[in-house]
Nanobody, 120 residues
Framework: QVQLVESGGGLVQAAGSLRLSCAASGRTFSRYVMGWFRQAPGKEREFVIAASGRSTYYADSVKGRFTISRDNAKNTVYLQMNSLKPEDTAVYYC???????????????WGQGTQVTVSS
């Protein structure tokens, strides 16, 4: 099985930047689409951004502000968040799937989540 561990969350001021990391176990990392989701209190988990190695997918709310990158040699995926807004406050989850889908139910592996709080 694939194990995912997020890190890098914290408190940041509005308009600031933060970089999250997701470390994956195993040598099958390159076979999977890697993505990030987030969940705010009282809301459903929502898709943020993902990368398959050939394509990048974005939620409209983060396009132009967030960037995903992956280092297959290190089995690590990153989420660079710029121009952060208070509405970006959420628990951010790293996830892996064989094929891309917006629907959270179609993703097979999940990290434990890391809290991102953006102050106004």
């Amino acid at each position: 099985q694939v194990q995912l561990v997020e890190s890098g969350g914290g408190l940041v001021q509005a308009a600031g930047s933060l970089r999250l990391s997701c470390a994956a176990s195993g040598r099958t990392f390159s076979r999977y689409v890697m993505g990030w989701f987030r969940q705010a209190p009282g809301k459903e988990r929502e898709f943020v951004i993902a990368a398959s190695g050939r394509s990048t997918y974005y939620a409209d709310s983060v396009k132009g502000r967030f960037t995903i990158s992956r280092d297959n040699a290190k089995n690590t995926v990153y989420l660079q968040m710029n121009s952060l807004k208070p509405e970006d406050t959420a628990v951010y989850y790293c996830a892996a799937a064989f094929n891309f889908a917006v629907d959270t139910r179609r993703w097979d592996y999940w990290g434990q989540g890391t809290q991102v709080t953006v102050s106004s």
